[in-house]
C-alpha cells in the first residue's frame, strides 16, 4: 500500500530529464563567495580577514548562538573581501570572498574514525563544528534538531527521500549512488538521536533509489530500517505530513516534530553526517539539480559552497532565454533577481524558466470553489487567509484562522481557478504578524 495524506496536488513532475543522470563533481569555482548567515538563526561573524591564506574546510565564521551554524571556506584561496554581497534569500548579507589558488589543502582527515566508540554528545558536537543544517531547504542547524528540550525526547528516525518538488533529483541519485553512505550516516543519527527505530521515507517515482536502499539495508548486517513506499504527491515531503503519514501523529499547532517523538532528516544531511563524524569533513559541498526548459545540459551536480549560480548557467548552456530563475523547486523555491548570486547551504536546485512558463497572471475574484481548502495540507482555509491578510487584518488571521500553521507550500495558489497568489498573501500576512507588537 502506497502511503499519503489529506490534500496536496499532482503538478507536472518534469523528473525525466535528469533522474537517470549520475551526478558529476562540478569544476571549483575561481572565486568563493561565502554568506556568512546560511542557515536558520543567528549569522556568524567572520573569524578571518582581507589577505588571509586559507585552506578548503578551515572554519571563516562562526557564532556563540546556540541556534546558528559555523561556515567554512569551500575552497583553498586567499581573502579577498569580507563584505556585503548579493544573496539570493536575503537581497544582500556579509560574506567571505575567497579567490581560488592554484592547488588545494584541506582541512579534514583521510582516515575514517570510529563512530561506534563516540558518545552522543561528541556526535552532535561534530555535526555543530561541520556546519551541518538540514538539506531539503529550510536548512536549520542539525546539532539544535539532535537536541530536543529538557523532558524531550525521539523514538523514531524518520529519512527524508521523498523529494516531491517538481525538477528535482539530486535525492533520488544520491539514494542511487550512495546508499550504503546514506544509511551509516542515518545510523550515526540514530544513535545521536537516542531514537530505537527508522524510517525511509520514498516516493514511489523513484523505484531506483527505493530498489538500492533495500538492497543496502539487506547486506547491512548491523542495520534494520524500514522502508516506506509513499504516494508520488506534492508536498509529500513535508516534514509534518511524514509524520502523519508513518507515525499517525499530528505536530500540534504551535510545536516541532520532536513534540510527537519524530525526528526527521533528509538524505543529502545523511551523507554530510557520516563525513564530518567519521572524517571531519564540514559541509562545503552539496548536490543539486539543474534543469528546466532552457537549459541544454539538465543534470545533477556536486557544488561547492560559493559558487556563483551564474557559473552553472554558463556551464549547462541555455537553448533559449531564461526568463526566471528560481533557487530550490518551481513550488516553494525563491526566484532569483540576478545569478550573481552565491550556492548556498540550502540550494536544492537551480530551475530555468522560459518566458510562456514564466508569464504573471492577472488575478480575478474568488468564486467560493473551494480548491485551495480542499487542497490544503494544513486543513487552513488559504481563501479566508488571502482575504484577511489584504485587508490587513494580520493578527486576526493568526489568533482565529491559524495563519502560522502554514508550510508555504504553495498549494493552494497552484490549485486557485481564479490565479489569486494566495501563498504570497500568507506569507506577506505571517511577516507582519510575526514584525506586530
Not at 482555509?381 to 508550510?407: F, T
Request: charged share 25%; hydrophobic share 40%.
Amino acid at each position: 500500500m502506497r502511503l499519503t495524506f489529506r490534500g496536496g496536488i499532482h503538478p507536472p513532475m518534469f523528473k525525466e530529464k535528469t533522474c537517470e543522470k549520475s551526478i558529476k563533481v562540478f569544476p571549483l569555482p575561481q572565486k568563493a563567495v561565502i554568506p556568512l548567515i546560511q542557515h536558520t538563526g543567528a549569522p556568524c561573524e567572520p573569524i578571518v580577514k582581507v589577505g588571509d591564506d586559507v585552506k578548503t574546510g578551515q572554519m571563516i565564521g562562526k557564532s556563540d548562538s546556540f541556534v546558528s551554524a559555523p561556515v567554512h571556506a569551500t575552497i583553498t584561496g586567499k581573502v579577498s573581501a569580507v563584505a556585503s554581497m548579493p544573496h539570493p534569500t536575503l537581497g544582500e548579507a556579509m560574506a567571505v570572498v575567497i579567490e581560488k589558488a592554484d592547488t588545494e589543502e584541506v582541512a579534514w582527515q583521510s582516515q575514517k574514525a570510529d563512530w561506534h566508540k563516540m558518545e552522543r554528545t561528541e556526535i552532535t558536537g561534530k555535526v555543530r563544528d561541520a556546519g551541518i543544517v538540514g538539506m531539503g531547504g529550510a536548512a536549520f542547524p542539525t546539532h539544535v534538531k539532535l537536541s530536543p528540550p529538557a523532558g524531550k525526547k525521539f523514538d523514531t528516525l524518520i529519512i527524508n527521500g521523498a523529494e516531491c518538488e517538481p525538477y528535482l533529483t539530486a535525492d533520488q541519485r544520491l539514494m542511487v549512488e550512495e546508499a550504503p553512505v546514506i544509511l551509516e550516516g542515518a545510523m550515526i543519527l540514530l544513535k545521536a538521536s537516542g531514537a530505537s527505530r527508522c524510517i525511509i521515507a520514498i516516493e514511489d517515482n523513484k523505484p531506483d533509489a527505493i530498489s538500492a536502499i533495500r538492497d543496502a539495508i539487506s547486506k547491512n548486517s548491523e542495520f534494520k530500517a524500514e522502508v516506506a513506499v509513499l504516494k508520488a504527491k506534492y508536498p509529500q515531503g513535508a516534514e509534518k505530513q511524514l509524520i502523519k503519514v508513518l507515525l499517525n501523529r499530528e505536530v500540534p499547532s504551535g510545536g516541532l516534530p520532536v513534540d510527537t517523538g519524530a525526528l526527521v532528516q533528509n538524505v543529502g544531511t545523511c551523507l554530510a553526517v557520516y563525513e564530518a563524524v567519521c572524517f571531519g569533513k564540514p559541509f562545503i559541498e552539496r548536490v543539486m539539480t539543474v534543469a528546466g526548459t532552457p537549459v541544454k545540459e539538465p543534470g545533477n551536480f556536486k557544488v561547492r559552497i560559493g559558487t556563483p549560480l551564474a557559473d552553472l548557467v554558463s556551464a549547462v548552456g541555455l537553448n533559449e532565454k531564461a526568463e526566471k530563475m528560481i533557487m530550490g523547486g518551481p513550488m516553494m523555491g525563491i526566484a532569483l533577481y540576478t545569478p550573481d548570486v552565491p550556492m548556498i547551504k540550502g540550494t536544492t536546485g537551480l530551475i530555468l524558466l522560459n518566458a510562456s512558463e514564466a508569464r504573471v497572471y492577472e488575478p480575478r475574484n474568488c468564486i467560493r470553489c473551494g480548491f485551495c481548502i480542499e487542497a490544503c495540507p494544513m486543513k487552513l482555509v488559504p481563501s479566508h487567509l488571502g482575504q484577511y491578510a489584504k485587508k490587513g487584518k494580520y493578527k486576526e488571521a493568526k489568533d482565529e484562522l491559524s495563519l502560522m500553521d502554514c508550510i508555504e507550500c504553495g498549494c493552494c495558489a497552484y490549485e486557485c481557478p481564479s490565479k489569486i497568489p494566495l501563498v504570497h498573501w500568507v506569507k506577506l500576512a505571517k511577516y507582519k504578524a510575526r514584525n506586530s507588537k
